[in-house]
């Protein structure tokens, strides 16, 4: 049997130390899972169970590449977050047993068509041209967890230009990893290869042409982008 078109290439994040890749598979989104970006966003962080988004895996950027600026939008917004890469998967998942499934950690940005978003969320309708839009998912490599653990506590930043715009401690988010993977495999069939963001700090803001984004999250590693 022939393929009538190329089949597409899976998209890999390079394993920090090593020579290996990780392919990827899906990526999730979790929003508002920080109570102060949930404030500043307009929620009651204590009213809202968690929900989920997707990002395509082909919108992933390499750390130290380039974020062109997209089409059809003049409020784009950096978002820095933990990242968990699955090494295992599975359906309703306990979240006692979570953590097992999660082969790494590394830091993303959820880049975010703000001005359309909204526009989606005005009408009701879904987020993907806010979210999913071609290069919103700038990600470093990952660091397996037999080398680092399952972080749980510490910084987490984003400077722009040099000038912090986000902070936070990972002990602030309201679901932490493993009950985040409880949730989200309730809802699908999680596997090899998926990535979690986990959310992001309050301080969230709008990007332009030539900005250097710098972030991180302490124990886990940096992140450096371009706007372009």
């Known amino acids: 049997m022939n393929s009538v078109i190329a089949p597409p290439t899976a998209p890999t994040l390079a394993v920090r130390g090593t020579a290996d890749v990780y392919p990827v598979h899906r990526i999730y989104c979790v929003g508002r899972n920080y109570a102060e970006h949930a404030r500043e966003m307009g929620h009651d962080p204590d009213r809202e ?58 830091v993303g940005l959820d880049m975010t068509r703000r001005d359309l978003q909204a526009r989606m969320k005005a009408a009701g309708r879904p987020w993907e041209i806010g979210k999913a839009f071609d290069f919103s998912a700038p990600c470093a490599e990952i660091v397996p967890a037999v080398e680092i653990g399952h972080p749980a506590r510490g910084a987490i930043w984003l400077a722009v ?53 710098h972030g991180g999250v302490d124990g886990v590693g940096e992140l450096r982008i371009t706007v372009v």
């Open 49 to 106: 169970p968690p929900f989920f988004f997707q990002k395509n895996p082909d919108t992933l950027v390499p750390n130290g590449g380039q974020f062109p600026y997209p089409d059809k939008s003049h409020d784009v917004h950096h978002e820095i977050e933990m990242v968990a890469a699955l090494g295992t998967g599975g359906k309703d998942i306990p979240a006692a047993d979570a953590l097992q499934c999660v082969y790494g950690y590394t």
């Open 161 to 213: 230009n040099g000038e912090l715009r986000q902070q936070g401690d990972l002990e602030q988010m309201i679901w932490n990893v493993a009950e985040i993977i409880a949730h989200l495999s309730g809802l699908f069939t999680l596997t090899a290869g998926d990535l979690i963001y986990t959310g992001t700090p309050a301080g969230v803001a709008a990007v332009q042409r030539g900005d250097v984004l």
